[in-house]
């Protein structure tokens, strides 16, 4: 199957700093790509759908000026949080979408632990 | 408004006790529904995509089917290294990649 990376696996940052989290689809070009989040016994909540050369799409409740969606190229798309709180701490993770041989199909990256102290 | 539901949320199976998870959705115009496979601390694993009632795909030792209301993974003769949550999910009506993911059902395989 195709695979997705994620950069870095987990990151501790203070209160009212910046994270910027990669993204990355490694043996297929990716013209969208989608970040999630989940906490801890929950399911993934769709944060926001990244076009490549393209604004990002949020989901309603989630602030863009907080979460930054750059999406630069069909294989390279980031997410950036920016002043960070403890409240953000979760687990974020990509997906990239492409077509393989059995369809329409998602892959997900391995996900980033992000603590926020 | 859309809804996956997973059924059971925990299912406990002792090593080649096969048994069923269940994924019901309420969706207008389904027009597909992924399966995945998630260990914790990890991103989830692609398994399968059904595009319409009747279709069947298997995997190993899983098996996903599809009806116009819910879709079913069976698990045949389950290994402990089959012990995971798995995690069934929707497109939306408006995009195809923005995915409604079910709260999945937990599966823990004791030898």
């Known amino acids: 199957g195709a695979v997705v990376s994620q950069h870095p696996s987990r990151v501790i940052c203070k209160s009212g700093t910046s994270v910027k989290i990669e993204c990355r689809s490694l043996d297929f070009q990716a013209t969208t790509m989608f970040w999630y989040r989940q906490f801890p016994k929950q399911s993934l909540m769709l944060m926001a759908t990244?076009?490549?050369?393209?604004?990002?799409?949020?989901e309603q409740g989630v602030e863009k000026d907080k979460f930054l969606i750059n999406h630069a190229s069909l294989t390279l798309s980031t997410l950036t949080v920016t002043s960070a709180h403890p409240e953000d701490s979760s687990f974020y993770i990509c997906?990239?979408?492409?077509?393989?041989?059995?369809?329409?199909?998602?892959?997900f990256g391995p996900g980033t632990r992000l603590t926020v102290t | 408004e859309d809804q996956v539901t997973q059924s059971p949320e925990a299912l406990r199976l002792q090593e080649g006790e096969s048994s069923s998870l269940n994924c019901s959705y309420t969706?207008?115009?389904?027009?597909?529904l992924f399966w995945y496979r998630q260990d914790p601390g990890k991103g989830p694993e692609f398994l399968f995509t059904?595009?319409?009632a009747g279709e069947e795909k298997e995997k190993e030792r899983l098996k996903a089917t599809l009806t116009k209301k819910e879709s079913f993974l069976h698990i045949t003769a389950p290994k402990p290294e089959d012990s995971a949550t798995y995690l069934c999910?929707?497109?939306?009506?408006?995009?195809?990649?923005?995915?409604?993911f079910g709260a999945g059902t937990q599966v823990v395989v004791t030898p």
């Open positions: 059904l595009y319409s």
């Open positions: 969706v207008s115009g389904l027009r597909g």
């Open positions: 999910a929707v497109p939306s009506t408006d995009s195809w990649g923005k995915l409604q």
């Open positions: 990244s076009n490549e050369g393209s604004k990002a799409t949020y």
């Open positions: 997906s990239a979408r492409t077509l393989g041989l059995a369809g329409d199909e998602q892959y």
